[in-house]
């Protein structure tokens, strides 16, 4: 399972979008744009307090969770980031992203290394409006993307493996 309660979800691709977020701000949850009552349309809300992120597909059928810190807490090019659990993994595990400074598409998350996550259709988030097809097939092909955050109790945070 996708993990406990307290999502809110934050950011949102309809089925049929051709590229990724329009949002420009890193993940940090300061663009603000669209409407939540418009599913059809890209959108993005405030994303308030919170320290871990869980990423899904539209129809859930590919997710991730892992911390702000992991994902957005520094830079980091090809590195190695921790994921906590995903839909293909119920303990946490790593994969290669892409958080560059001045790379607007950034940051990549996916559910395995960048590269591989391209070929596979397992690309969960990127932003700036990319748009070439290698990197839209997993939000086409499975019903838009959604991005979720919370705020989890620090112990929450430090779980080796974590329960599904």
Same mark, same amino acid.
């Given at each position: ?69 992991? /994902? ?36 990549? /998350? ?36 959604? /991005? ?17």
């Amino acid at each position: 399972s996708m993990g406990e309660g307290g999502w809110r979800m934050v950011r949102h691709l309809p089925p049929d979008a051709n590229k990724w977020h329009p949002a420009m701000d890193s993940l940090n949850g300061t663009d603000v744009y669209g409407s939540q009552s418009q599913a059809g349309e890209p959108w993005s809300v405030l994303f308030g307090d919170f320290n871990e992120f869980l990423f899904a597909t539209g129809d859930a059928s590919k997710w991730l969770v892992a911390t702000k810190a992991s /994902v957005i807490g520094e830079f980091y090019d090809g590195q190695l980031r921790e994921i906590r659990k995903s839909s293909t993994n119920a303990t946490s595990y790593r994969a290669k992203w892409y958080n560059r400074a001045g790379a607007p598409e950034d940051p990549w /998350v996916s559910l395995t290394d960048h590269e591989y996550a391209i070929l596979n259709g397992d690309l969960l988030y990127g932003e700036a409006g990319f748009n070439a097809p290698s990197h839209t097939a997993t939000i086409l092909s499975n019903g838009g993307m959604n /991005v979720y955050v919370r705020l989890a109790e620090p112990g929450a945070l430090v779980c080796s493996p974590c329960p599904a």
